[in-house]
């Protein structure tokens, strides 16, 4: 099945059930105004956008191994777990990464922040984030009960439950790793540095979630292997993609301020090969725009240049190619369905030349 295809048949099925999931939610607990309130912000921030790559890798992975057909209802289901752990991983991380837009919208915590600024503004700015702390902690847990009510049995929901665990254990200790990097002497840094954060930060996600399909559908020793192998060379291909849009995109599609990397100090694959190359007078003052909260739109530009002059977004890109090639090798010697050969062989391709 080709991705524009399993798009088109599962996204739909997919978002249906993830507000489906959150309104089961809001009926059992939501019985004042404020939980009400919470509820809809949380449905409003899942289903505000996002492409849903992970639970499609979930199905098709399941679909790799098993016709769902019969258990339709419970893959589609079970799938949306590791998409509501993704978005408490993007809530936790805008506020640390102290972002104010997510998907062309107010992230979760300063909307709350905005909410609380008529009726308690000498707190509001403490509420935002505590309530987004609390939206996070509920979508990882809306996804634990998921997974314990799907009707698979018992030993491989358990498997899968495993995963899910692993995957956000995986993500926190790659969140650490971020936010110390961003902090630390760039110059030290080493390429397999960044590889091992996005391994933990951005590949748990992807691999465990695939992982998480094969487990329900029975799959295999030898093919959970070679599919959490596919998983990994294709979400460094992701993230690296994903730093060069976030330093090359246009704000319009990527729903975010261009250039909020440097803002942040983030120690890219672009930034980590620049310092490398550029000579010593623009390394210095690349290296004096990281952290800057104020940078202005004409250094965003001229790190850009400095990026486009030294080869350091092509090398960027050719190792991102090289990353989703591997993967597609892998997947081509993988024992699973040719449909789903063809999902994960334009999924390698998608992540790389995608635009947001």
């Known amino acids: ?42 449905e409003e921030f899942v289903l505000r956008g996002g492409k849903r790559l992970r639970p499609l ?31 408490a991983a993007l809530v936790h991380d805008d506020i640390i990464d102290q972002d104010t837009i997510r998907r062309g919208g107010p992230t979760f915590h ?21 309530f987004g702390i609390l939206g996070g902690d509920e979508l990882f847990n809306i996804g634990v009960d998921v ?12 498997e899968a439950l495993s995963y899910y665990v692993m ?5 926190v200790n790659g969140e650490a790793l971020d936010l110390h990097m961003a902090v630390s002497d760039y110059e030290k840094l080493k390429e397999k540095d960044y590889f091992n954060m996005v ?28 599919m959490s192998k596919y998983a990994r060379n294709m979400a460094i291909a992701f993230q690296i993609q994903d730093d060069i849009l976030g330093l090359f995109g246009e704000e319009e599609v990527i729903g975010k301020p261009v250039g909020s990397d440097l803002r942040e ?9 620049a310092v490398q190359v550029l000579d010593k007078t623009k390394k210095e003052k690349l290296l004096s725009m990281l952290g800057k909260k104020d940078i202005s739109k004409e250094e965003v ?19 991102a190619r090289g990353m989703a090639d591997q993967a597609i090798d892998i997947i081509e010697r993988c024992d699973i369905t040719d449909d789903s050969k063809e999902f994960f062989r334009d999924l390698a391709d998608y992540v790389i030349s995608r635009l947001y």
């Not at 979930?58 to 998409?83: H, N, Q």
């Not at 997974?147 to 358990?158: I, N, Q, T």
């Not at 100090?265 to 090969?273: N, P």
């Open 265 to 273: 100090g983030k120690a890219t694959l672009l930034i980590v090969r």
């Open 110 to 130: 300063i909307k709350y922040e905005k909410f609380y600024e008529s009726i308690a503004p000498l707190r509001a700015k403490l509420y935002g984030l505590s």
């Open 167 to 171: 995957a956000y254990s995986e993500m």
């Open 301 to 319: 530009a001229e790190a850009q240049d400095m990026m486009r002059e030294y080869g350091v977004l092509d090398y960027a890109r050719r190792v």
């Open 1 to 42: 099945m080709r991705m524009k295809e399993a798009v088109k048949t599962y996204k739909p099925l997919i978002e249906q059930a993830l507000r489906e999931v959150i309104r089961e939610r809001a009926k059992k607990y939501g019985r004042s105004m404020i939980l009400r309130r919470f509820y809809e912000d949380l």
């Open 57 to 87: 890798s979930f199905i098709m992975a399941f679909r790799g191994v098993r016709d769902p057909k019969d258990a339709l209802g419970d893959v589609i289901r079970a799938s949306t777990s590791i998409e509501f752990l993704h978005n």
């Open 199 to 226: 391994l933990l930060k951005t590949g748990s996600l992807f691999e465990k979630g695939i992982l998480m399909g094969l487990a329900l559908a029975g799959a295999n020793k030898k093919v959970k292997e070679m």
């Open 147 to 158: 997974l314990l009510k799907v009707s698979f049995p018992a030993e491989r929901r358990l």
